[in-house]
């Protein structure tokens, strides 16, 4: 079955960097994009972008850029998503997910907490 | 890009009573739209897909309907388990949107 689990919560300061993994099992890894969205604490849903795991292209949605940098490493079947600079308002759970075309599966998310 | 306008932001309701959370796309996405429920700190979960398909296992007193630009998720006799927040997201387009969810308190 379709599996994304996603890598264990952290702890950084304000402007350094964090990776957050989304490692996929369950299917052909490079079948379907992996979008990546943004909870921040007592908020909805934000849709950050995409990227395309046959060709590596990423989309970023508006707000997304610059900071933010989505990756792949298909010989482990894993996305990843890299924010530099953190400040504090990046203080949100971060949750990878996919259409399949029959059906959208989640990771578990990824809390990412900025503090000093 | 699609923007998606959920009412009510927050509702309040008891055990038994029948619910409905509407969901308005700002152009037309056919049936492109899928209902989740997020409890705090889970994963949103995936209860209606293209605006009228139950996904498994999600209780039959879950229902959604509609096409083109407004959609609706019922509720017909609110449970104990279903206090959650609740989301429409339009999967239309390759760019994500999602409502701004639907708070459901006691």
């Known amino acids: 079955q379709v599996q994304l689990v996603q890598s264990g919560s952290e702890l950084k300061k304000p402007g350094a960097s964090v990776k957050v993994s989304c490692k996929a099992s369950?299917?052909?890894?490079?079948?379907?994009?992996i979008n990546w969205v943004r909870q921040a604490p007592g908020q909805g849903l934000e849709w950050m972008g995409w990227?395309?795991?046959?060709?590596?292209?990423?989309m970023y949605a508006q707000g997304f850029t610059g900071r933010f940098v989505f990756s792949l490493d298909t010989s482990v079947s894993t996305a990843y998503l890299q924010i530099s600079s953190l400040k504090a308002d990046d203080t949100a759970i971060y949750f990878c997910a996919i259409d399949s075309g029959s059906g959208f599966h989640w990771g578990q998310g990824t809390l990412v907490t900025v503090s000093s | 890009d699609i923007q998606l306008t959920q009412s009510p932001s927050s509702l309040s309701a008891s055990v038994g009573d029948r619910v409905t959370i509407t969901c308005r796309a700002s152009q037309d996405i056919l049936t492109s739209l899928n209902w989740y429920q997020q409890k705090p700190g889970k994963a949103p979960k995936l209860f209606i897909y293209?605006?009228?398909s139950l996904q498994g296992g999600v209780p039959s007193r879950f229902s959604g309907s509609g096409s083109g630009t407004t959609f609706t998720l019922t509720i017909s006799s609110l449970q104990p388990e279903d206090f959650a927040t609740y989301y429409c997201?339009?999967?239309?387009?390759?760019?994500?949107?999602f409502g701004q969810g639907t708070k459901v308190e006691i």
């Open positions: 997201q339009q999967a239309f387009s390759a760019r994500w949107s």
């Open positions: 369950g299917y052909t890894f490079t079948s379907y994009a």
């Open positions: 293209a605006a009228s």
């Open positions: 990227i395309t795991t046959n060709t590596g292209n990423p």
